[in-house]
């Protein structure tokens, strides 16, 4: 992926995500159905001669900030936004030990996604301020080691994500959405059909994922791995490793059912739901896949709703507000529609036909005008998005 640009001062941009299908499966390792989107994250960098990164925010709630670039870079208090340009920094230094001069940049940051929305502005930051870095000191990225490279990064800011979102907006391409595999990183393009259209409808409330949505989530990951662990007790055979993942569970019992009954049989229900959620979901990603493929715009809604249901029912990561959303996009005239990202708040991804879209937009934008938060724009919380490329190096500042 190319990082250089032959000038001193250039502009970044890094796109967020909406994830089609497979949500909360990424941490055990299991397949998804994401895709980059228009909005996203800008910087515009002037490379310095010294190791400083002093950062801007175009939006004025974020004070500046300046910390130089080093192996070992002390974060901000949680929750600063400048976490989010030291974690790539630090973590691309770390990954050259021995190399010296770094330079820094001075970079003013804008973005057009809403923040805490489910629409991966985290790793939209993330993956820029990291490509922008690479690129100021010249360093050659191959993309999957440079996703990868990008998830250990957020971890720094300590929620136990998967690599879902880096990975999409380092490798989102245009027109497609991509299947993500994990252990290793694979991504695979796969065209979405011209007459699909979609839309992005925010429930109007924010899920902080380096704040209130983080003990949420963690607890989530935990959960997962327990009642792997517990299953996987159960049907390995005997002298097996317990190292294992949900991927060789998978390979080990193909009959996804029988292994939903076995997790209801054998786990408390908290963990039991859990599990049929993670291995039904695995389920959904390759029936929507098959859908997305062979363009059968049903049988994709379908496993969407009941990826919101079970998400609702099993996960417990929707919210009445979500839910709303989801039943206003369907009573609107959307095919289907389903939260996505990790939930707790932020936005549903609704799904339509071309030809029904605008249509759609303005019968749910009826419903929200009069509900909207004072200061909040329409466009910003209601918006059609195209399948569009990962994160690039876009051209020379302008003068
Ligand atoms: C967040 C995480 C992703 C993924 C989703 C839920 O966006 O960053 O890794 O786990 O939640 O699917």
Not at 160 to 169: E, F, S, Y
Request: proline share 6%; charged share 25%.
């Amino acid at each position: 992926m190319p990082s250089r640009f032959p000038s001193a001062s250039f502009r970044v941009f890094a796109p967020g995500r909406v994830n089609l299908i497979g949500e909360h499966i990424d941490y055990s390792g299991l397949s998804v159905l994401p895709m980059a989107i228009p909005r996203g994250v800008e910087l515009t960098v002037t490379v310095r001669d010294d190791d400083v990164i002093s950062l801007r925010n175009d939006d004025e709630r974020y004070s500046p900030s300046r910390f130089r670039a080093a192996a070992d870079i002390e974060p901000a208090p949680a929750g600063g936004w400048s976490n989010y340009v030291r974690a790539p920094v630090q973590a691309t230094v770390r990954d050259h030990p021995g190399r010296a001069g770094w330079r820094g940049f001075d970079a003013t940051i804008r973005s057009d996604l809403p923040a805490a929305a489910g629409l991966s502005s985290s790793a939209a930051m993330v993956v820029g301020s990291g490509l922008a870095f690479a690129t100021a000191n010249e360093l050659g990225l191959e993309p999957v080691a440079f996703a990868e490279l990008m998830a250990d990064a957020e971890r720094y800011v300590g929620v136990r994500a998967g690599g879902m979102d880096q990975a999409i907006c380092v490798g989102g391409t245009e027109h497609c959405a991509s299947r993500v595999d994990f252990s290793p990183l694979r991504m695979t393009a796969i065209r979405v059909p011209s007459r699909w259209a979609f839309i992005v409808a925010h429930s109007l409330v924010t899920a902080e994922k380096a704040g209130a949505a983080r003990a949420g989530y963690n607890q989530r990951t935990t959960e997962c791995r327990r009642a792997l662990e517990a299953i996987w007790a159960r049907v390995a055979p005997p002298g097996t490793a317990d190292a294992a993942s949900y991927r060789e569970l998978l390979a080990l019992e193909t009959d996804t059912d029988a292994l939903c009954r076995l997790g209801e049989r054998e786990l408390d229900p908290v963990l039991a739901s859990r599990f049929v959620h993670t291995i039904s979901e695995a389920q959904r990603v390759r029936t929507a896949q098959i859908a997305l493929e062979h363009d059968d715009l049903d049988s994709f809604a379908s496993a969407m709703a009941a990826s919101h249901a079970s998400l609702r029912d099993r996960f417990g990561v929707s919210s009445p507000q979500l839910d709303r959303v989801v039943e206003l996009a369907l009573r609107s005239g959307a095919r289907g529609a389903r939260l996505t990202g990790a939930g707790f708040g932020g936005c549903a991804i609704v799904l339509c036909t071309r030809d029904t879209v605008s249509g759609v937009l303005d019968r749910m934008r009826a419903d929200y005008a009069p509900r909207l938060p004072r200061g909040a724009q329409l466009d910003d919380v209601l918006f059609a998005v195209t399948p569009s490329q990962g994160a690039r190096v876009i051209g020379p500042s302008p003068a």
